[in-house]
T-cell receptor, first 111, second 113 residues
């Protein structure tokens, strides 16, 4: 069964706006990762946050993790058309060396 | 420079005709993964190798097999493709410890006619 569930499943915003995507998961984790997938392509790793971290930044990305609520959020600030993609969270709850992906949020940034 | 390479990018096969998808990596990573991804769905792990140690997911059909002849290469064999096997197949690598990210190839889009 899928560990993560992203919310919303689809999001459409104007260029320059912020985009927030949420991920909820069911069991304890050691780390949570976010990936981006452009249409018809492979996934690209964005950021990894460990279970003892609450917030992490990378450029225009900000990820938070609340282990008590078993949830994470990905914020993309000042969005660009090039940010149009699907975003997946992935947890390591599946076991050593494995991650389990959520169903993803499809983000469309309108120029 | 491409780090995880998948060939071919697009593959068309006939129902029941065996097909092999290829993945190679220049990262010298210990772990290689094969995922199946259907339209608008999450990638689903089929199996992975830690070095030569093969780990099959419990729900991966027997129709799917894999080989890893050396560190750099890994193959996905579909012995008798059905229409339901049409999907994007993604290869990924990682260093193998708990806390490292996965590097994905561009994928192979498989069509079954």
């Amino acid at each position: 069964s899928q560990q993560g569930e992203e919310d919303p499943q689809a999001l459409s915003i104007q260029e320059g706006e912020n985009a927030t995507m949420n991920c909820s998961y069911k069991t304890s984790i050691n780390n949570l990762q976010w990936y981006r997938q452009n249409s018809g392509r492979g996934l690209v790793h964005l950021i990894l946050i460990r279970s003892n971290e609450r917030e992490k930044h990378s450029g225009r990305l900000r990820v938070t993790l609340d282990t008590s609520k078993k949830s994470s959020s990905l914020l993309i600030t000042a969005s660009r058309a090039a940010d149009t993609a699907s975003y997946f969270c992935a947890t390591d709850a599946g076991g050593y060396q494995k991650v389990t992906f959520g169903i993803g949020t499809k983000l469309q940034v309108i120029p | 420079d491409a780090m995880v390479i998948q060939n071919p990018r697009y593959q068309v096969t006939q129902f029941g005709k065996p097909v092999t998808l290829s993945c190679s990596q220049t990262l010298n990573h210990n772990v290689m993964y094969w995922y199946q991804q259907k339209s608008s769905q999450a990638p689903k792990l089929l199996f992975h190798y830690y070095d030569k140690d093969f780990n099959n997911e419990a729900d991966t059909p027997d129709n799917f097999q894999s080989r890893r002849p050396n560190t750099s290469f890994c193959f996905l064999d579909i012995r008798s493709p059905g229409l339901g096997d049409a999907a994007m197949y993604l290869c990924a690598t990682s260093r193998g410890e708990w806390l490292y990210e996965q590097y994905f190839g561009p994928g192979t889009r498989l069509t079954v006619t």
